[in-house]
């Protein structure tokens, strides 16, 4: 069945950056987008961006140009999500989901952000 | 960017009761609209996708509806368990976008 396994959990400090693994399995890891979508505490959800795994083409949210980095790496079929600068506002659960009629989640990265 | 907009913000029902969530995009995104569960804690889960197709596993009692622009989450019976926040998402294209949410409680 179709799994996205994310890293654990990370406490950065301010100005810190973070990188945020999801390894795919269960389907063709170049086949669909990965999107990386956040959820700040008792927050709605919040897209960030999403990377097409086959050519490593990548569309981010206005909000976050400049920050953000999504890669991917096809011989582990994995997706990274690199966030630079970090603010205590960035203190999030990151997740990556698929981009398919019947989108999938990963189980979610908690960044923490904290001097 | 598109936007999405949900109604209610929050909910109280009693169990048994038929509860309707409706969610309206600023422009027509078609039919690619996908409905979630999330309980504290927890990942959302998705109920619905394509405006009407219920996931596998999801009881019978949840239903989607709508086109174009509004679309509607009903749940036909509350159930106690069916406390959580219920998300909207339009995903015909980038941007995605989230409806704000709507919690749902037991009266």
């Given at each position: 069945q179709v799994q996205l396994v994310q890293s654990g959990a990370e406490v950065k400090k301010p100005g810190a950056s973070v990188k945020v693994s999801c390894k795919g399995s269960?389907?063709?890891?170049?086949g669909q987008y990965l999107h990386w979508v956040r959820q700040a505490p008792g927050q709605g959800l919040e897209w960030m961006g999403w990377i097409n795994?086959?050519?490593?083409d990548t569309k981010y949210a206005e909000k976050f140009q400049g920050r953000v980095t999504m890669t991917r790496d096809t011989s582990i079929t994995t997706a990274y999500m690199e966030l630079i600068?970090?603010?205590?506002?960035?203190?999030a659960i990151y997740y990556c989901v698929r981009d398919a009629l019947q989108l999938s989640w990963g189980q979610g990265t908690l960044v923490s952000v904290s001097s | 960017d598109i936007q999405m907009t949900q109604s209610p913000s929050s909910l109280s029902a009693s169990v048994g009761d038929r509860v309707t969530i409706t969610c309206r995009a600023s422009q027509v995104i078609s039919h690619y609209l996908a409905w979630y569960q999330q309980k504290p804690g927890e990942v959302p889960k998705l109920l619905?996708?394509?405006?009407s197709t219920l996931q596998s596993g999801?009881?019978?009692?949840f239903s989607g509806s709508g086109s174009g622009t509004d679309f509607t989450l009903t749940i036909d019976s509350l159930q106690p368990e069916d406390v959580a926040t219920y998300y909207c998402q339009k995903y015909n294209s980038a941007p995605w976008a989230f409806g704000q949410g709507t919690r749902v409680e037991i009266k």
């Amino acid at each position: 069945q179709v799994q996205l396994v994310q890293s654990g959990a990370e406490v950065k400090k301010p100005g810190a950056s973070v990188k945020v693994s999801c390894k795919g399995s269960g389907y063709t890891f170049t086949g669909q987008y990965l999107h990386w979508v956040r959820q700040a505490p008792g927050q709605g959800l919040e897209w960030m961006g999403w990377i097409n795994p086959h050519s490593g083409d990548t569309k981010y949210a206005e909000k976050f140009q400049g920050r953000v980095t999504m890669t991917r790496d096809t011989s582990i079929t994995t997706a990274y999500m690199e966030l630079i600068n970090l603010r205590s506002d960035d203190a999030a659960i990151y997740y990556c989901v698929r981009d398919a009629l019947q989108l999938s989640w990963g189980q979610g990265t908690l960044v923490s952000v904290s001097s | 960017d598109i936007q999405m907009t949900q109604s209610p913000s929050s909910l109280s029902a009693s169990v048994g009761d038929r509860v309707t969530i409706t969610c309206r995009a600023s422009q027509v995104i078609s039919h690619y609209l996908a409905w979630y569960q999330q309980k504290p804690g927890e990942v959302p889960k998705l109920l619905i996708y394509l405006a009407s197709t219920l996931q596998s596993g999801v009881p019978s009692r949840f239903s989607g509806s709508g086109s174009g622009t509004d679309f509607t989450l009903t749940i036909d019976s509350l159930q106690p368990e069916d406390v959580a926040t219920y998300y909207c998402q339009k995903y015909n294209s980038a941007p995605w976008a989230f409806g704000q949410g709507t919690r749902v409680e037991i009266k």
